[in-house]
């Protein structure tokens, strides 16, 4: 294969032959696909193999791949230059789109990625507050800033590493970690860490251990809890915003945290990230306030361009999350009858658009139990759907994502060669 070749010598120039781990199949025993172009729900890859793409460049492609209005968005951008390094009209319509769109969000920042809308994010809750400590969950991944690399999830689990080398003990000791769905975690740390604890950063819906989903009441308590300490409730969207509907995760669970970090699908496709929320916590940000944060490319026109499109179509087509969903829970609902039939101890969790097949005889609702998975299973599992043309998360610990140009017949084929590859685990 071509893939197999220019691997080869992409392992000579990056680390794992990539940009970022997830992408070398490093976890699932197979040789990553390199992938040439994509176009509606498929991937194409330099051997000319097609497959039905259920990654989404990891949640961005909501609409689908080369979406026409998005392409033609960046073009007309591209066309007056690529970078000015200045204050542009189109930074101005992105912030109003997402403040009018998620109303906790009364100021924003926009910057390039999901690592920095998080790292940027604790950094304001800690210069707000003059707290140091923050709180994240075991199995969460909000990116690769130092302090997030504690107990993480996504690529950090996959690897088999729990945290990373690299991050000092003084960083790491600044962030607790707590059990997802467990409150008495999060209050045991309130008591033993008292006026200590800036924020809780958390994934309302995580999707880093594979899709979790939260218990009920449980993200109510965890907002009850620390508006009781004074501490803030940062809100990592990056995949569940804009995904689970228009108003995301926190609109789906009715929550009104205090900060939100946003990516992937504000981008279009392009390196974009943002955090707002509210207007007193921002007005500490630089040039106003004393937390500093800064970026060259942050705002950068031909991304907003990508950006604004392709959140315009989804408010003006609120019927494409219906479609989205619907076309999930066929997804989910027919893994599950296979499970049935085929009897492969598996379980499947799954809302909305995101969904992960996870490997374990028992339920998962936190770290815990992610990681009874049995991951080399899962890897037959996905190497068996690949060769059919299926291409799922290259790790467990990742989401299936359906986009809007998926059709029935997509999850129909797709739910075929499932049942393949399930018998012949
Ligand atoms: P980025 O820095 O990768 O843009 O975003 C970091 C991030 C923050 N918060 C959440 C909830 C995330 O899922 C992510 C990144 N997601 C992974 C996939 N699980 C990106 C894929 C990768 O690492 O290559």
Not at 66 to 75: F, H, S
Not at 138 to 149: F, I, R, V
């Amino acid at each position: 294969m071509k893939s197999e070749i220019l691997y080869e010598k992409a392992k000579k120039l990056m680390p794992g032959g990539v940009n970022s781990p997830v992408r070398n199949f490093q976890s699932v025993g197979d040789t990553p696909r390199f992938i040439s172009r994509a176009q509606g729900a498929r991937l194409y890859d330099i051997d000319g193999n097609e497959y039905i793409d259920y990654i989404g460049s990891w949640g961005p492609m909501i609409l689908g791949h080369a979406n026409p209005e998005v392409l033609e968005a960046v073009r007309r951008a591209a066309e007056n230059g690529l970078s000015f390094g200045a204050a542009t009209e189109a930074e101005v319509i992105m912030a109003q789109l997402i403040c009018d769109l998620v109303p906790s969000v009364e100021m924003i920042r926009m910057v390039n990625s999901g690592t920095e809308a998080t790292m940027s994010a604790v950094r304001a809750a800690r210069g707000f507050t003059g707290r140091n400590k923050i709180i994240k969950f075991e199995g969460c991944y909000h990116g690769h800033s130092d302090a997030m690399l504690v107990k993480a999830g996504s690529g950090v689990i996959s690897s088999g590493v729990p945290s990373s080398l690299g991050v000092t003990p003084g960083c790491a000791n600044d962030t607790l970690t707590a059990v997802f769905n467990d409150i008495g975690s999060v209050q045991d740390l309130f008591a033993n860490n008292k006026d200590q604890i800036a924020a809780v950063i958390v994934e309302l819906v995580p999707a880093n251990m594979g899709v979790v989903l939260p218990k009920p009441g449980f993200l109510q308590d965890l907002q009850r809890i620390c508006a009781e300490n004074a501490a803030l409730v940062i809100a990592d969207e990056v995949i569940t915003g804009f995904r689970l509907g228009l108003g995301g995760a926190q609109e789906y669970y009715g929550l009104k945290p205090d900060m939100t970090a946003f990516g992937k699908i504000i981008g279009g496709g392009m390196p974009v990230g943002a955090y707002g929320g509210r207007k007193d916590i921002m007005q500490q940000i630089a040039p106003c306030g004393g937390v500093y944060q800064a970026g060259t490319l942050s705002g950068n026109p031909v991304a907003m361009a990508a950006g604004i499109a392709q959140l315009t179509k989804l408010k003006n087509n609120p019927q494409i999350y219906s479609h989205i969903d619907s076309l999930s829970a066929k997804f989910s609902s027919g893994l599950r009858e296979l499970l049935k039939v085929t009897g492969v101890a598996a379980t499947v969790n799954a809302i909305g658009s995101l969904s992960t097949l996870l490997f374990t005889e028992q339920e998962v609702h936190n770290y815990t139990d992610a990681l009874t998975c049995d991951t080399k299973r899962y890897g037959r599992f996905f190497s068996a759907m690949l060769k059919q043309g299926i291409y799922l998360a290259p790790a467990q610990f990742e989401a299936a994502f359906i986009s809007y140009s998926h059709t029935e017949a997509d999850i129909d084929r797709t739910l075929e060669c499932a049942e393949k590859a399930l018998r012949a685990l």
